[in-house]
């Protein structure tokens, strides 16, 4: 089978905002299923301070993201839907952390987009590097008492169904 050199080129680039050069196999994921949280704390555009320590008690959901990454940009919908359904009244927390992105940028994302979930801007990748070394969306659902009992990343990319299952395993 012939690949079209272009198509290739094409691929590799709306892929290069989810893997870059940073990303590079350091050994295991320093958080897995089974662990505790990381001690992390992140400030929230919504002006909500959130630690490893303010999730517990109810579920979470910890989603890494950069708005540049087109398997970020397909997942962030089904977070928001989720969010909507879940966090809105409080029975699960959601956290939304970026990957090296500023604030701006990502305001700018979610007002085109129409997102209202509270987000962290992370300019670089020190909360991640608490979770995992490379590839995003990452997203990391938690128990009340911050035990990680889900892991998803970009492969396959979670469904609604798929996290909605988890969620409800926890509640």
Known sequence: MKICPHLFLLFLLLTAGCINEHDTEQGPDPIGIGDSLPAFTVSMSNGITVSEQTLK????VILFFNTSCSDCQAEL????????????????????????????????YWA???????????????????????????????????????????????TADDLIRELEKLL
């Open 112 to 158: 085109e987009n129409g997102l209202t979930l509270p987000f962290s801007a992370q300019t670089d990748r020190s909360i991640y590097q608490l979770f995992a070394y490379a590839t995003i969306p990452r997203i990391y659902i938690a128990d009340s008492d911050g035990i990680v009992r889900a892991i998803f990343t970009d492969s396959p990319l979670a």
């Open 57 to 60: 008690g109810r579920p979470s």
């Open 77 to 108: 919908p089904v977070i928001q839907s989720l969010y909507e359904a879940y966090g809105t009244d409080g029975r699960a927390a959601f956290v939304a952390i970026s990957r090296e992105q500023d604030e701006n940028s990502i305001s700018s």
